[in-house]
């Protein structure tokens, strides 16, 4: 086994191997993406507590039964057997694996957000810098050809003065995931602004590319609660005479999701257990919690939220996370001294004060829609990763732990700010 620390700027004469821990929707995507580079990496083992999950992705990856565990602990227990391995447990569970991962050796592909509380994050950082461990968060967004091509021609806008971003999560996702799914309450995952928008404000550091210095933030529960509940709702949208005028209905989401591809028919695959049939989803409606009225549901996680942040040298930038959209791209202006860009995850248009001309650049390599695989970001952190650790090119990690900790630093502190009414100055430690 060897770390990319040991060969920088050596290529090894073989595939480093790489272990999943956790193969779930995430872990199983990166896997089938590692797999297209035969070349440069072997996926060699497993840990997934699922059977059927377990024994579907040790087909697909022709791993042998003494390669396949079912849980970290037990492939742990076997001692090191990869170069390296991608963590992408559930995010409470993130902090143990990689702690024990990175005192046996692995460099470690970790799943955002590093953990849910600042503790565990912080802790995490601190297990890499005792051990050596090379470790990189997902944050996609890093590697996407938007924001390569956004940071290369930002200078054309001269000085930064400042940000407006905006991340529109659409109605119905958020209605799938946040109100009837798995991240719909704090105590059993983490607050929204971790959860669905620590890219974000990871990505506006990235962009700026100035230390965070003093954050504030506002935001709530307001639209999916009891008391918004429409007059003769039922508790269940299968049985619920007003269904049809609602724009959450549950019945239309997931009966959608069976006649059309895309992100409907992936929430109706997570709501009916992996099944796309009539009776699976008239189950999962009647019976499951994606079948709840949006509004009674358990959910206690904010629907909107803004955020403030000062960076060095007073750059600021405004942040809105927001249920109330379309299911579409980011959309960011970035205001500088020379002239204004605009982005939107794909597209990039830059106007310049002096000629009062506009430049639109087109970053998709084939047209296609920027909402699948994170506008390529999927593909490009795993390409990196793996190619860092095959030819010994550390500079290819551009989501490394400590920057990572960082921005992840500022999102609790924004989340402090919201809960306390108050603005927070963010250490230089």
Known sequence: MINLRDHVGEALDRPITLAVVGAGARGAAYAELAARWPDRVRVVAVAEPRAGVRQEFAARHELPPERVFRCWKELADFGRIADAVIVATLDADHLAPTEVFAGQGY??????????????????????ARTGAMIAVCHVMRYTPYTRKLREVLPRIGDIVSVEHLEPIGWYHFAHS????????????????????CHDIDWLGHVVGRRAERVSSFGGL???????????????????PVERACAYSAVRLYRDGLRHGGTKQYFTRVATGGVLTE?????????????????????????HQVVTIEYEGGITAAFTMTAFTPLENRHTKLFGTQGQL??????????????????????SLDGSSTAEGHAGGDAALIESFVTALHEGRPELILSGIQESVDSHRVVFAAERARRTATVQTLSSS
């Open 222 to 240: 307001r639209h999916f609660r009891a008391d918004r509940r429409p007059a003769g709702a039922a508790d269940r949208c299968l049985e619920c």
């Open 279 to 303: 009776e699976a989803v008239t189950r999962a409606l009647a019976e499951g919690p994606y079948g709840r009225c949006v509004y009674a549901s358990d959910n206690d996680v904010v629907d």
């Open 178 to 197: 946040f109100v009837r799914g798995n991240w719909r309450r704090e105590d059993e995952t983490t607050f929204a602004l971790l959860a669905k928008s």
């Open 107 to 128: 460099d470690i592909l970790l799943e955002k957000p590093i953990a849910p509380t600042e503790s565990e994050t912080v802790a995490i950082g601190e297990a890499a």
């Open 342 to 363: 605009t982005g939107d995850g794909r597209f990039i248009n830059i106007y310049d004060f002096l000629s009062e001309e506009t430049t639109t650049i087109d970053t």
